[in-house]
Structure formats: structure tokens, C-alpha cells
């Protein structure tokens, strides 16, 4: 039965594979074919059935009226994911810690109510909060600035800090605390020298979480900005026009993911290094 | 001395009702009880984690209810094993001496020697994770004595042990808790045998309640209720319906024989408690066998009497048939009255 | 029900191990028999579990045979076993009432309604649930939680054997008392094979017609509660069953006889010792302790522990040695002061590098 069993096994995960690889060696052939290789049929192997050029990378780094900026939106993405990432995770781990320690009792709202109230931000359909969003954002002057998606995006990134480090924090025992103070620690002290040092684990799922929500967002980014502060996914659209450039296109979103990749990777490494296994059971 | 006055809380699992008792420095108290009958909910209370609803709680004549967890000289011993997982084993027990304002120096050495002392020199930059569930309790007793605390609190901290690793660092107990012995020390357990071995004075709780305290022998000597009776014996005190009429222990219509040394006033039903060795084999009481065991060097053997069921203790190997029929004698100079409602009324003549 | 043969059953977690180190559980050959208790006793990593797990079907042994009645079911699933398994924790649906949590195993197995609700009602009077038999059983405490699990394993009537994971380990002990008790009661009425998995001696040695005690990975003495204790093996099993352990004495080699200068023992007959180091053991709780009379040996009262019914007396020999004595005198016995301590030559063990002669 082994035998059988393993084929089996690694033929599904070959087919799941192909399934999930297909998309970015499709982007990856598209960014070196040229307009002809692009409108003529499928075609998959270079030199065989398309002749490679580097046009499609070479337009994201051209200077002049022929070249697409790719810089400006690269970091103006990069640091609003940042800002609002980190935003969130600092608000969102305080809020998560307060939350799974102490009961809070107004008037007939709880802690259950509470994180509730924190993750309904996310049962919304965006467009909903679009428009409030948007009128907010024009009131206090911060449409199309970098300063006003921080805001929206640690609105919508904190649900999930908190959710997940709410998760997290359940998972560490209270007696741990408990432990710090009676060796004399304050409350805050317990979080900062005992809780924090070990919810590593914890913080990187949120952070990560944070990051990819953030990096990936189009909707708000598109509504909320208009010419001064792009951000890539916006522009990666923009560059959508009569004529679509499919091979900058290509090239331009495979870069727009690399900064995830790597992360995972590093992330992944951490982790089969074993110091995110849990120091609890 | 610490002194609980009248204090009751309000705690959803287990509220406690109207507690009081006054601890001495320089004394090991062991709180006697099942789960869930209050002992934590005590040790919390004493410790600040749980709050107050009534009654006043004072050290050395200071009230101790608006003072911090992290000033109130305490350290306490979980039943779980709990330590700092991202500290070294070292950098754990020096951490509540650091927090107290010692040298970096100084706090490494005084760690040294109680790791030392617990016997695990040499496991100092070992990870909490990395040992055994005996060595992490071991780290948490080092971390609790180190700080010299005016009370050392330890929950139920041999519970999650195997039976053997309980056996020895009971042993070693006395031993390290010389380190505090100028403090209180509160050692809650389930077993009978061990509140009974290591404290100076025992606390039996049942139900949020304190049923009992003083030194272990005499409670067990002398327990005031039933339900004390029950809970510091182990194998059980089998506990029967009888009546005292005519100056007479009836027991299922028989009477018992006279000479027990027992003072039998006023007729009416009582209970009586019966200690596993107060049985033996031999004698003219008639008796069935439910199920005899064999417990290291005792056999326990559960019989069927004709005034109900009794557990008898016998000293060395015993083969017994399920449902024989044996012969076995009380020894009614160890037998314990207690009134219908379940107090003591024991009372035995001097020189009985 | 079953009888369980192990033949030359062991299990390595590495593969192709070579030498005996690799074994997790090494090699061994054990019969157990139909409707008999059993007590599987070790400290933790001694490969118990790894025995239960091979039993239950959950592991596969790297090593030989495992046979019910003559059966070979080593590579048979947990589900054709009929194992009934009760864990550590109680596992039960807590949303379901008693009643439906002991049916839940026979529904599965689309048995008749009727000879449902006529097997539980036989089970719940076995287990004496009738009274809770109706409410839900989150409310009921650890212990009878702890006998429902038990029960749903038993509903079955095709049960081959039940295997019992520490599961008096959550419980009080006046509630283990009472439930050790019942769990014999089951047995005695169903004749199921019992298997227990256990640290605790005591729960082994009154629970278990047959103990198999266990230390890093191999069998170290198998045998009825009174054969370990009076006749242990080696000094692991001298120490592990029994509290306190048994005590070790040192001795030296008098013309031929042993001498034991801490109890003054002499005369024990040397027969065929090879070389090797010599030490003989006494249980605490054959040492007696009478008021000194003079002539043989005393030794110092260091440590007096009351435990209740008993008392644990730390005596310091003549010659330095430490020892303890199980005593059942009721009065006080005072710290510093010499008792006479004696031992029947028949309760003297000698083992010779750590094995009984």
C-alpha cells in the first residue's frame, strides 16, 4: 500500500504545484515577449516559439517620456505598508494584550463586544466604508497624501492585529504575568520584559498578515489617491491604456511581488529553524 | 504574621466564605483539600492576582488589600511549571533578584547557589523548554526561594510530577524551604499524606470553606467534622449510621462491646467513623469482601458489613476471594463519633 | 475479548536501527491473558506509551509480532482491533447528554435503536450512571466524566481490551480511590482485559493482577503486585515499587557468609557470588523498630514524618548509613534518640551490580 500511496501523494501535490507556479511563469514568459509574441496565440517556450527581448524590463527603468516611474509608486507603497503595518501592530498588540487580560465592563459591552467591535471593521464591504473614508480624508486635507492611507490602511490593518494577536496572547498562560509580577515587575513591565519577548511567533503571523494586506490593497488605494501619491498596484493598472503594454506589465507586477516572496522566504527559514515553535504546549 | 480576617470574595468558580486565620513567620501551612475546594482562590487572594470582596488582609499589622502584586514580598510555586521561556535557566531565577535591585554580579551568584541547591548546577544556560518536567519545577523552587520572601506560596507543586519525581523532591522539601524559613510558607496539595508530612500546621478546605487547622496529628486524631475526616485519610475513614442507645454504640442492632474508652452520652443516631486499621481479621463480626487490593506493603480490602461498607487496612500480603465470607473485629478505641448533622462528639475516658 | 501475545515486540522511531540504543521499546516477549488486569509502570520516556500506542494500533512496531488469540494484527488499524481507549483527559461531547454520549459509539455503528437504548441502560447500571444518566455532560466533575469515556469504550460488546492511559491522573485521590475500585468491579463483571498505562506504583500495584514495570525501553521485571514487591529484580524495580524505596545497604564478604554491618547482619549464606559489587536490600517496611535492648543494632532516629496511619522514620546507622523504616506505631517517636532495629533473614535481598541473586 506505501508505494501506491506516495505516487499517489506526489502526483497531487505535482498537479497542485503547476496550479499555483502557472500564473507567475506566465507573467515571467509575458515580460519578455514583445507585442507580436504577445497577440499571436499562447506561446510558452522562449527561442522556440517566441524570440525573447528585455523590452518589457528595460521600460520600467528608461528615463524620459517612454519610461514607466516604477520608483515613486515602489516607495510610496513600501512606506505606507510600513508606517501602517507597524502602526497597527504596536496599537494592535497593546489592544490584544488589554483585551485578553482584563475584563472590561461599560455598561453592557465586554470584552467579547469589544473585539467584536474591532473585527466588524472587516465584515463590511470596503465600498461601504469607501465614501465615509473618502469625505473624512477630503475634510482634513489628506486625499491623495501618504499621511491619509496610513490612516485608512491602520484601519483596516488593526482588525487583524488584533485579532491575531488576541489568538496569541490566549495561547501564552496568565500565570506567566502573574510570575513577572510577583518578581516585581509593574503590569506594563510583565508585558514588555515577559510577554513581548515571547510572542514572536505571534507578531510575525500578524505582521505578515499586515504587510500583504497592505502591499496587495488596490480598492482604497485607487479611490483615495489620484496623481500625486501612486501607489504600484494603482499604477500597475494605470499602465493599462489603449494600447496595453503586457510585457511592462508583466515585469512591472512580478516586481511588485518580489518584496513578499522574500519575506516569506526569510519568514519561512525563521520559522524551520524552530524559534517560532511554540514555548508553550 | 499574616492574618486573614473574615474575608470572602465573590470569585465566579469558587467564592470563598468568611475565612480567618492567622499565620505565623517561621512556619510551613499545608491547605488540605479537593479540587476545586478554594485552595488556590486562597493562595491568590494572599498573593493579590484575585480580589477581595470582604473581610481585611494584613502583614505584620500592615493591610495588604491596596498593595501591588509586585510589592507584596511574595513568590509562589504554580502547579504547572511556569518560567520565563525566552530566559536562560540562570537568567530565570536571577530575574526576581534583578527586579529587587540587585547587581547583575551579585544576582548571577545568589542564582548559582540556589540552582545549586536544587541540583541543577550545571543547567544553567540550558532553555526552560529543553528539560524535564521535574528539572522546570525544579527552576521554578529555585526562582521562588532565591528571593527570601516573606511568604513563599506553592501550589499544588508536586501535582503534575510522576509519582516517583514527587517522592523525591518531597523529601528534599524540608530542605530547601530551610532557605526561607523566616517566612510563611503556604503549600496547598490534595494528598493527605503530604499535608500531613511537610507542614507544621495543616488547613483543611472543603467548599471555599476552612473546616479545620491546626498541627496535622491532632486533626487527624481528632477531626472536627465528618467531612474533615474524610479528606485527611487516605485510604478513606469509612463513615457508618449507628445509634447510641442506653449508653450502648448500636451498630445495625448490634451493640458494640464495652471498654472502648468512648464516653456515650445521650441516645439518638449518630455516624461513625471507622479508620481503615481499626479493623483485622479475626473476631466474631461477620463480613463479605467486595474486592481486596494490594498497595505496596498494605492490603486494602473493601468489605461489606452488616452495618454497611468499610475499607480495612491490613499490614502485608493478603489473598482474598471476591465475595468470601471472613470474620474480622473492630478496634473500637480508634473509632470517631460524630452527631447526625456530622460534628464530633467523639470523648474517650482518660486511661480508657 | 483477547488474549494479547507480544512476540519479540519492539520499535525503533529511526529507521534500520543498529544497535539496541536505537530501540524506543526493545524487543520483548509477554503473554497477557484474557480478562486479567494489567499494569503497564515506568517513569515518563520509558517507552509505556510506545507499547499502548503499538497495542491500540496507533503505531505500527519496526519489530516483531503483535497477536490477538492467536491472530496476527500487527499491521491491522485501530478500528479492527474493538480497542476501547480511555485517555489522560477526558474526552466526551460535552453538548451531548450522558445517555447519548454512551449511544453515540453503538449509533455509529447503525445498531437498532432498541439494542441501544437496552446496551446503555446495561452499561450505565454497570458504571452506576443511572442518576446523571439524563444530564449534560458538561456539568458532571472530572471523575465521572472520566467513567463515561470509559463507558462509551465499553458499550461495544465486541471490545477485545481496554486501554487506560493514566486516566486517574486528573483526579482526587479520595475520587481515585473510589474509582480504582470500580474500575476492578468492571473487570470482575465483563472479563474485559485491562490494560492500564501508569507512573504511580500504588495505582499499578492495586489496580493490576500482572505489573510490568518499565525503564528506558525494556521490561524489567514482569509479575503479580507481591512478586515486585518482595522479590524485586533489580534495585530499579526495588526503587520504583514501594514508598519509600527500598533500602540499599553495603556489605563485606566474611568467610563466605555477608556481612552487613549497618543492620549487624552476618551469616548470610555467600553461595555462588561471583566478584561484583554486593549491596542487600530491605524494605522500610520490614525493618522493626523496638526500645534498645543492648545487643544488636541501633540506629539513630533523624526524621520522624506522621503521614496519619503511618509514620516514616529516617534512622542514621551506626556506620554512617541513612535508611528509612514504615512504621505503624501510633505514639510520637522522638528525634535523636536510638532504636533497636532488627530484620528477618527472609525479608533480606542481595543484589550483586544491581541484580537480585
Same mark, same amino acid.
Given at each position: 500500500m506505501g508505494r501506491t500511496y506516495h505516487i499517489i501523494k506526489y502526483l497531487c501535490l505535482l498537479v497542485w504545484t503547476a496550479f499555483v507556479v502557472f500564473p507567475f511563469l506566465w507573467a515571467l514568459s509575458t515580460s519578455f515577449k514583445d507585442a507580436n509574441a504577445v497577440t499571436s496565440g499562447a506561446r510558452y517556450l522562449p527561442w522556440v516559439e517566441f524570440e525573447p527581448s528585455v523590452q518589457g524590463w528595460t521600460s520600467l527603468f528608461a528615463s524620459g517620456s517612454q519610461g514607466i516611474n516604477i520608483v515613486t509608486p515602489f516607495l510610496n507603497s513600501a512606506s505606507v505598508t510600513l508606517l501602517a503595518s507597524i502602526v497597527s501592530l504596536g496599537l494592535g498588540t497593546l489592544a490584544a494584550y488589554g483585551l485578553s487580560r482584563y475584563s472590561y465592563k461599560v455598561g453592557f459591552v465586554k470584552n467579547s463586544d469589544i473585539t467584536f467591535f474591532f473585527i466588524s471593521q472587516r465584515i463590511m464591504p470596503p465600498i461601504v466604508l469607501a465614501i465615509p473614508f473618502f469625505l473624512m480624508l477630503k475634510e482634513i486635507q489628506a486625499l491623495d497624501t501618504i499621511f491619509g492611507l496610513v490612516i485608512v490602511y491602520v484601519a483596516l490593518l488593526l482588525p487583524i492585529a488584533v485579532w491575531v494577536m488576541t489568538d496569541f496572547f490566549a495561547s501564552i498562560p496568565k500565570e506567566l504575568d502573574e510570575m513577572a509580577m510577583i518578581d516585581g515587575c509593574t503590569p506594563i513591565g510583565a508585558f514588555f520584559r515577559v510577554v513581548l519577548p515571547n510572542s514572536t511567533a505571534g507578531l510575525v503571523v500578524a505582521g505578515m498578515f499586515c504587510l500583504i494586506f497592505g502591499w496587495n490593497d488596490f480598492f482604497f488605494a485607487f479611490i483615495l489617491t489620484f496623481t500625486e501619491t501612486q501607489l504600484l498596484p494603482v499604477a500597475i493598472v494605470s499602465l493599462n491604456s489603449s494600447v496595453t503594454p503586457w510585457w511592462s506589465l508583466s515585469a512591472f507586477a512580478l516586481i511588485s511581488v518580489t518584496p513578499l516572496a522574500l519575506i516569506a522566504i526569510v519568514v519561512e527559514r525563521f520559522m524551520s529553524r524552530g524559534s517560532l515553535a511554540g514555548a508553550f504546549r | 504574621m499574616l492574618s486573614l480576617k473574615n474575608i470572602s470574595t465573590t470569585h465566579r468558580k469558587r467564592p470563598l466564605c468568611n475565612l480567618s486565620a492567622e499565620l505565623e513567620s517561621g512556619k510551613i501551612y499545608t491547605i488540605l483539600g479537593r479540587t476545586g475546594a478554594g485552595k488556590t482562590e486562597l493562595l491568590r487572594i494572599v498573593m493579590g492576582l484575585d480580589d477581595i470582596a470582604d473581610g481585611h488582609l494584613e502583614l505584620d499589622g500592615q493591610n495588604l488589600a491596596d498593595r501591588p502584586v509586585r510589592l507584596r514580598q511574595m513568590s509562589m510555586?504554580?502547579?504547572?511549571?511556569?518560567?520565563?521561556?525566552?530566559?536562560?535557566?540562570?537568567?530565570?531565577?536571577?530575574?526576581?533578584? =534583578?527586579?529587587?535591585?540587585?547587581? =547583575?554580579?551579585?544576582?548571577? *551568584?545568589?542564582?548559582?547557589?540556589?540552582?545549586?541547591?536544587?541540583?541543577?548546577?550545571? !543547567?544553567?544556560?540550558?532553555?526552560?523548554?529543553?528539560?524535564?518536567?521535574?528539572?522546570?519545577?525544579?527552576?521554578? $523552587?529555585? =526562582?521562588?526561594?532565591?528571593?527570601?520572601? =516573606?511568604?513563599?506560596?506553592? *501550589?499544588? %507543586? &508536586?501535582?503534575?510530577? *510522576?509519582?516517583?519525581?514527587?517522592?523525591?523532591?518531597?523529601?528534599? !522539601?524540608?530542605?530547601?524551604?530551610?532557605?526561607?524559613?523566616?517566612?510563611?510558607?503556604?503549600?496547598?496539595?490534595?494528598?493527605?499524606?503530604?499535608?500531613?508530612?511537610?507542614?507544621?500546621?495543616?488547613?483543611?478546605?472543603?467548599?471555599?470553606?476552612?473546616?479545620?487547622?491546626?498541627?496535622?496529628? *491532632?486533626? !487527624?486524631?481528632? %477531626?472536627?467534622?465528618?467531612?474533615?475526616?474524610?479528606?485527611?485519610?487516605?485510604?478513606?475513614?469509612?463513615?457508618?449510621?449507628?445509634?447510641?442507645?442506653?449508653?450502648? &454504640?448500636? /451498630?445495625?442492632?448490634?451493640?458494640?462491646?464495652?471498654?472502648?474508652?468512648?464516653?456515650?452520652?445521650?441516645?439518638? %443516631?449518630?455516624?461513625? @467513623?471507622?479508620?481503615?486499621?481499626?479493623?483485622?481479621?479475626?473476631?466474631?463480626?461477620?463480613?463479605?469482601?467486595? /474486592?481486596?487490593?494490594?498497595? @505496596?506493603?498494605?492490603? $486494602?480490602?473493601?468489605?461489606?458489613?452488616? !452495618?454497611?461498607?468499610?475499607?480495612?487496612?491490613?499490614?502485608?500480603?493478603?489473598?482474598?476471594?471476591?465475595?468470601?465470607?471472613?470474620?474480622?473485629?473492630?478496634?473500637?478505641?480508634?473509632?470517631?463519633l460524630f452527631s447526625a448533622e456530622g460534628k464530633n462528639i467523639t470523648e474517650r475516658r482518660s486511661n480508657g | 475479548m483477547a488474549e494479547i501475545t507480544l512476540r519479540n515486540l519492539g520499535h525503533s522511531y529511526l529507521p534500520g536501527p543498529k544497535s539496541e540504543d536505537d530501540y524506543a521499546l526493545k524487543p520483548v516477549d509477554l503473554v497477557w491473558e484474557d480478562g486479567k488486569t494489567y499494569a503497564l509502570l515506568g517513569p515518563s520516556g520509558c517507552g509505556k506509551t510506545t507499547m499502548l500506542n503499538i497495542i491500540s494500533g496507533l503505531l505500527h512496531p519496526s519489530d516483531g509480532q503483535l497477536l490477538f488469540d492467536g491472530q496476527d494484527v500487527t499491521h491491522k488499524g485501530t478500528s479492527e482491533r474493538n480497542i476501547a481507549q480511555v485517555f489522560q483527559f477526558p474526552v466526551i461531547y460535552t453538548t451531548k447528554s450522558v445517555r447519548r454520549n454512551l449511544a453515540f459509539p453503538l449509533e455509529c455503528r447503525k445498531w437498532d435503536p432498541k439494542k441501544i437504548a437496552a446496551r446503555v441502560a446495561e452499561v450505565s447500571e454497570m458504571l452506576d450512571l443511572d442518576d446523571i444518566l439524563d444530564m449534560p455532560a458538561r456539568q458532571l466533575s472530572a471523575d465521572q466524566k472520566q467513567l463515561i469515556s470509559l463507558g462509551r469504550g465499553l458499550v461495544r460488546d465486541d471490545v477485545s481490551a481496554v486501554l487506560l492511559d493514566e486516566p486517574l491522573t486528573v483526579i482526587d485521590p479520595q475520587m481515585k480511590f473510589a474509582l480504582r475500585r470500580k474500575l476492578r468491579q468492571i473487570n470482575r463483571h465483563t472479563g474485559t482485559t485491562m490494560i492500564l498505562v501508569t507512573h504511580d506504583q500504588s495505582e499499578a500495584m492495586s489496580f493490576a493482577d500482572e505489573v510490568v514495570v518499565m525503564k528506558d525501553g525494556r521490561v524489567q521485571q514482569s509479575g503479580r503486585p507481591e512478586q515486585l514487591f518482595e522479590r524485586p529484580e533489580n534495585t530499579f524495580v526495588g526503587y520504583f515499587i514501594g514508598s519509600p524505596p527500598i533500602n540499599l545497604f553495603d556489605v563485606d564478604v566474611q568467610h563466605d557468609n555477608l556481612h552487613c554491618p549497618a543492620l549487624a547482619l552476618t551469616g548470610l549464606r555467600r553461595g555462588s557470588f561471583e566478584e561484583g559489587a554486593l549491596k542487600i536490600g530491605v524494605r522500610p517496611e520490614h525493618i522493626r523498630v523496638t526500645e534498645p535492648k543492648g545487643t544488636g543494632a541501633t540506629a539513630m532516629v533523624e526524621a520522624c514524618e506522621n503521614l496519619g496511619i503511618e509514620q516514616i522514620l529516617s534512622l542514621r546507622a551506626a556506620n554512617g548509613e541513612l535508611f528509612k523504616v514504615k512504621s505503624r506505631l501510633r505514639q510520637k517517636i522522638a528525634v535523636g534518640r536510638p532504636l533497636a532495629v532488627s530484620v528477618a533473614e527472609k525479608d533480606v535481598l542481595v543484589f550483586q551490580d544491581g541484580k537480585l541473586v
Open positions: - | 510555586v504554580y502547579q504547572q511549571f511556569i518560567n520565563y521561556p525566552h530566559l536562560t535557566v540562570v537568567q530565570n531565577v536571577a530575574f526576581p533578584l =534583578r527586579r529587587q535591585g540587585f547587581s =547583575r554580579a551579585d544576582a548571577h *551568584d545568589r542564582a548559582m547557589a540556589a540552582l545549586a541547591l536544587v541540583g541543577l548546577a550545571g !543547567f544553567e544556560h540550558r532553555m526552560p523548554p529543553e528539560l524535564s518536567g521535574g528539572q522546570q519545577q525544579r527552576v521554578a $523552587i529555585a =526562582r521562588a526561594i532565591v528571593k527570601k520572601a =516573606r511568604i513563599l506560596l506553592m *501550589d499544588e %507543586p &508536586l501535582a503534575n510530577l *510522576d509519582y516517583k519525581l514527587r517522592e523525591k523532591l518531597r523529601e528534599e !522539601f524540608p530542605r530547601l524551604l530551610a532557605e526561607n524559613a523566616d517566612g510563611i510558607i503556604l503549600y496547598s496539595t490534595t494528598e493527605p499524606a503530604e499535608a500531613m508530612q511537610l507542614g507544621h500546621e495543616m488547613i483543611v478546605m472543603h467548599e471555599g470553606c476552612i473546616l479545620a487547622m491546626g498541627a496535622p496529628a *491532632d486533626i !487527624f486524631e481528632n %477531626p472536627a467534622t465528618v467531612e474533615v475526616a474524610k479528606l485527611v485519610s487516605d485510604p478513606p475513614v469509612s463513615i457508618c449510621h449507628g445509634e447510641i442507645a442506653n449508653g450502648q &454504640l448500636m /451498630l445495625a442492632g448490634t451493640a458494640l462491646p464495652e471498654g472502648a474508652g468512648l464516653v456515650l452520652k445521650g441516645d439518638g %443516631p449518630i455516624q461513625v @467513623g471507622i479508620r481503615p486499621d481499626a479493623l483485622s481479621i479475626g473476631g466474631d463480626m461477620p463480613a463479605k469482601v467486595v /474486592l481486596a487490593e494490594f498497595s @505496596g506493603s498494605d492490603t $486494602i480490602v473493601h468489605l461489606s458489613l452488616e !452495618f454497611g461498607a468499610a475499607v480495612m487496612l491490613l499490614e502485608g500480603i493478603h489473598e482474598f476471594k471476591t465475595d468470601q465470607s471472613i470474620q474480622v473485629s473492630l478496634d473500637t478505641s480508634t473509632l470517631l | -
